[in-house]
């Protein structure tokens, strides 16, 4: 019997409920439970492929080749279950289809209306099978209550409550507890409001989840509880802790996984097994020492345009027992006035990560350039690899036009826009007038590693599979000339067509990857590429 847990959220955006599912969903896993978050999206873009990293931070891809929400990267790294696309949906993408049913006149005359045509469709994606032996599907709802979109995600997930009754549905609501200083008082106000707004479209929630930065009093948890209709033992207290990763441990210890078995009325369930995140915890805030990692990129701004970069750093430093500080810089800042070796003292690895246009992206040249010439530790992914190439074609291999399509026509192009390429068995065509959404090249593919390359070692195999997403691709016509000059293809395509990796010959660490290894990076399996890059840093933070 799969059992289902929808997580909505109240007061304020930004409560973190993404890590708050993700934590829920590795307190059922530790206690012997499969599980599968989902995350539905109201807002209308079919996706967020299309969306700024300023809007939505990163967008994160699934092995399907699905452009998904950021909150599926943090179920990947707390659970190690590996979303996929039947695992997020929009508003956007309901519509999409229900309009081409529409049009295809399968709704055989019917008027289509948000109840129940929407709500159907957001119903049948929830049931959508989970796959086999899962116990319990955690459903985020994107949003808080009272958005006007998110309207439909809300009436749908009450009539799965109806239909499913309370032995297979639960509600858990995120909400937020102040402290307002003058008062001296923990406000529960907010949260009486945001129940009420809950209970008036016809959800009782059974569990709240209350994220406030000091204990909450015994008080006003019974105060809340009356107000809002639950048993004081569900009103969790959801403080503040010091790491991500410290949040299952901490949920635990305030009861959350208990009570949602209690209303499960699984009481014989087993005793969850946090050791491994208490491992964690321990690197974590018990480190053998620290390194620092340039991040050089155009949206240093907002830290959640790289969340699984960063996060895949934290993974990198927890293989080495050292804490990573990520170092935020604006490629922009290496322009003629600024010498490089000011922006980047005390680094002791340059990561030049994914990216798009030509903004900024001299930058991230003249990074790779002195983190070559100078035998600094230097990861480049996607954008990062491709400009990297440039970099070493123009001022290694001496090919001064050296240039991507992506700043425009070149004579040059090292790297240019693909216009085919086989997934599986088929072939993909794009040209410049194809859509923009969704029509990169998404998702797993495989890569070939050549024998004896650092690559080939540090992945301790010749085969491999990352996720991509991107556009262009480094052009094979150009690899002889720039290998001659000490660059190393040393991962392909399996037809031997696309560089994936080129690794640089004299150089203690210098690796760029075509795909985005961050992706498949999580806490207790960090990423081979990402702990070999930070034990090179630790190399270098002894050496300067
Ligand atoms: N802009 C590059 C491309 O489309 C790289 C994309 C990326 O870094 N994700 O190929």
Redesign the pocket.
């Known amino acids: 019997m799969i059992r289902y847990i929808f997580i909505t959220g109240g007061v304020v955006s930004s409560l973190g409920k993404g890590i708050a599912s993700a934590a829920m969903g590795a307190l059922l896993q530790a206690r012997g439970y499969k599980v599968r978050l989902r995350k539905l999206d109201p807002y209308l873009n079919v996706d967020p492929g299309t969306m700024s990293p300023r809007q939505h931070g990163e967008v994160f891809v699934t092995d399907d080749g699905a452009e998904t929400d950021l909150d599926l990267g943090h179920y990947e790294r707390f659970t190690g279950v590996s979303a996929r696309q039947s695992d997020n949906i929009t508003t956007g993408r309901i519509y999409q289809s229900i309009i081409e049913k529409e049009r295809r006149g399968d709704f055989l005359g019917a008027t289509i209306q948000v109840i129940p045509h929407v709500t159907d469709a957001i119903k049948e994606f929830i049931l959508t099978d989970p796959g086999e032996g899962v116990d319990f599907v955690l459903c985020e709802i994107g949003g808080t209550v009272g958005d006007i979109e998110g309207l439909p995600f809300f009436e749908a997930i009450r009539q799965l409550g109806q239909e499913l009754g309370p032995e297979r549905a639960c509600f858990i609501h995120l909400t937020l507890l102040p402290y307002i200083p003058a008062a001296g008082e923990m406000k529960t106000k907010p949260t009486q409001h945001s129940v009420k707004e809950l209970r008036s479209i016809g959800i009782q929630p059974q569990i709240l989840l209350c994220r406030c930065d000091r204990p909450i009093p015994e008080t006003e948890k019974g105060k809340i509880a009356s107000f809002c209709n639950v048993r004081p033992s569900s009103v969790i207290e959801a403080r503040d802790v010091g790491h991500i990763y410290d949040v299952p441990a901490a949920y635990h210890a305030e009861g959350l996984d208990t009570e949602v078995l209690w209303h499960f009325r699984m009481d014989d369930a087993p005793k969850p097994d946090l050791s491994r995140w208490n491992e964690i915890a321990q690197t974590i805030h018990n480190p053998d020492g620290e390194v620092c990692i340039g991040l050089v990129g155009k949206y240093t701004d907002v830290p959640d345009a790289y969340k699984s970069v960063s996060e895949a750093l934290v993974h990198g430093g927890l293989a080495n027992k050292v804490r990573v500080k990520v170092r935020m810089i604006d490629s922009e800042q290496f322009d003629d006035e600024h010498h490089p070796l000011d922006i980047l003292e005390g680094v002791h690895g340059v990561l030049l990560p994914?990216?798009?246009g030509e903004r900024g992206a001299h930058g991230k040249m003249r990074a790779a350039r002195f983190a070559r010439e100078r035998g600094i530790p230097c990861f480049g992914?996607?954008?990062g690899m491709?400009l990297s190439v440039v970099e070493a074609a123009r001022h290694l291999a001496g090919m001064k036009g050296a240039s991507t399509t992506?700043f425009g026509p070149t004579d040059v192009p090292v790297v240019g826009l693909i216009e085919e390429w086989t997934k599986g068995n088929q072939k993909i065509t794009r040209d410049e007038n194809t859509d923009k959404g969704g029509t990169?090249r998404l998702g797993a593919y495989p890569a070939i590693l050549r024998k004896g390359s650092k690559v080939a070692e540090i992945y301790g195999s010749t085969e491999i599979s990352e996720r991509h997403?991107?556009?262009?691709e480094v052009n094979r016509n150009y690899i002889q000339q720039i290998e001659a000059a000490g660059v190393v293809f040393s991962g392909m395509s399996p037809d031997g067509l696309l560089p994936e990796i080129i690794e640089l010959k004299d150089h203690p660490w210098f690796i760029g990857v075509q795909f985005?290894p961050e992706l498949k990076s999580r806490p207790f399996e960090p990423h081979p590429l990402f702990a070999s890059f930070i034990e090179a840093a630790k190399v270098q933070s002894r050496l300067v």
């Open positions: 994914g990216g798009f992914i996607c954008y491709q992506e990169m997403r991107h556009r262009y985005h």
